[in-house]
């Protein structure tokens, strides 16, 4: 008789000076413990961090809101102890061939789950410890393994570890929202660092032989080996972040990020439908050319779609007025697609937009956190705006608290490609998620490429 067991262990850190501030309440948040601290006149956050030997970045963690409006006198706040609240080992045990029964997923599991190379969280049960047994014996299981790094080793994780952890968390309420009485999900997951020795180990070991789908990876060293091994044994691999990769070559990859080409198609396309537009491309320097902005260039020559070159210089002197037409929209390319080179001629564009000139700037995505002034269009994946009252609300459920974090949503991303990949495993090549539109191509007879790129003009 075979047994399957699942263990999450819990580590218990102290803080030097911990003995020193038990005289403030403490209380349980997320499977650690915190101090409820009222803030006192005239002190900061930085005195506060070292007051209780934390990090500001910790205690930012817990209080969102101090991002936005910083500190109010009186108001009660959460300093993490470093203490994690021991969580209980669940063992949940099955006899083949029934399903392994599932354990409820909550934010404690979350936080301790990157803890381990590997931890098998099942995710269909919500509101019970296990699922009966009998229910079990009819549900089809399907296994799946998520791959990021996680950083856990690391004694202080990057702001990119932290994304991730909001990838995961969005990835787990995914497989709570489809879980149903036909269906079991069970997830690995995997922290790979930044580690192509791990990525082999598991390749060479039999340790993915029952997963049926893997969605994750983010560095070109690990995804080559993985996308071969996936060619191999059939399975499908889904990759959230990179386009470094040759689909032609591996007919069981699917790349969610879009290429040069297609955004520049994209663009081009908007361009062709616009009936009064004047195309300026601002020269900064041949070395900062972006290999997207070549592949722009390239993709207007094609389509015949003409431009006037301008030097940088001659903006920043205000005598660019012979590039720029009176009578169109000059829409403004740069050829770096560095934030800096835009932000230079912002100041000199708004004044030629002062004195009569329509102007809108070809933009990168990640330019909205900067909230340029002039309008834009630029090409995104995340193409899906608006309210998301129902999943916030399954969040706040889930994890008790309420989400803050930038765009693009690290945590949609996560519910949208583990969607994604199990209606790949049912056959769908599309689906209209929260924050994304999938539309899945055949690069030839290779891998798959999703074509769900937007022009949004703002």
């Not at 263990?7 to 997320?30: F, H, K, M, R």
């Not at 968390?169 to 995997?190: C, H, I, P, W």
């Not at 900064?284 to 431009?307: C, F, G, N, P, W």
Request: charged share 25%; hydrophobic share 40%; aromatic share 8%.
């Amino acid at each position: 008789m075979r047994k399957f067991i699942i263990v999450i262990l819990a580590s218990l850190v102290l803080p030097a000076a911990a003995e020193e501030l038990l005289n403030y309440p403490l209380d349980t948040v997320n499977g650690e413990e915190v101090y409820r601290y009222q803030v006192e006149k005239s002190i900061g956050l930085y005195r506060i961090g070292v007051n209780f030997n934390v990090s500001q970045s910790e205690i930012i963690r817990f209080n969102p809101q101090l991002r936005e409006r910083g500190l109010h006198y009186g108001e009660i706040i959460l300093i993490p102890t470093g203490r994690k609240v021991e969580a209980k080992a669940v063992a949940v045990v099955a006899e083949e061939p029934k399903a392994v029964a599932s354990v409820a997923v909550d934010t404690a599991v979350v936080e301790t789950a990157v803890a381990v190379d590997s931890v098998v969280v099942d995710t269909a049960a919500v509101d019970s410890a296990a699922v009966d047994s009998v229910v079990a014996e009819t549900r089809r299981v399907v296994e799946l393994a998520l791959m990021l790094p996680f950083e856990s080793k690391q004694t202080k994780r990057s702001g990119n570890a932290e994304r991730m952890m909001e990838f995961y968390e969005g990835a787990l309420l995914a497989l709570r929202d489809m879980q149903n009485d036909s269906t079991l999900f069970k997830l690995r997951v995997y922290d790979t660092e930044r580690s192509e020795r791990r990525v082999n180990e598991l390749c060479d070991s039999t340790e993915l032989d029952s997963v049926q789908g893997i969605l994750g990876l983010v560095y070109p060293i690990q995804i080559e080996r993985m996308a071969a091994w996936c060619e191999s044994h059939k399975v499908p691999l889904m990759l959230p972040f990179s386009d470094d990769i040759d689909l032609k070559r591996y007919s069981h990859v699917l790349q969610f990020n879009s290429t040069d080409q297609q955004e520049a198609d994209s663009l081009c396309a908007w361009m062709v439908q616009q009936e009064n537009i004047h195309c300026v491309a601002v020269e900064v320097r041949e070395a900062d050319i972006a290999s997207s902005i070549r592949t722009l260039r390239k993709q207007m020559a094609a389509h015949e779609i003409r431009y006037t070159g301008v030097a940088l210089r001659d903006l920043m002197n205000d005598s660019a007025e012979y590039a720029l037409d009176r009578e169109k929209e000059n829409l403004i390319i740069m050829h770096s697609d560095r934030f800096q080179h835009a932000r230079m001629i912002m100041p000199h564009l708004e004044k030629l937009q002062e004195a009569g000139y329509r102007i809108r700037i070809v933009s990168q995505y990640s330019w909205q956190k900067e909230k340029p002034v002039l309008p834009q269009v630029y090409t995104s994946m995340f193409t899906i705006e608006g309210e998301h009252a129902v999943y916030d609300a399954m969040w706040s459920e889930s994890y008790k608290n309420e989400h803050v974090c930038e765009l693009p949503r690290y945590d949609l991303l996560g519910y949208d490609l583990m969607k994604a990949l199990v209606l790949r495993l049912q056959g769908e090549n599309e689906m209209n998620g929260i924050q994304s539109m999938i539309r899945w191509r055949q690069v030839g007879e290779g891998g798959w490429q999703n074509e769900g790129v937007k022009v949004v003009e703002r």
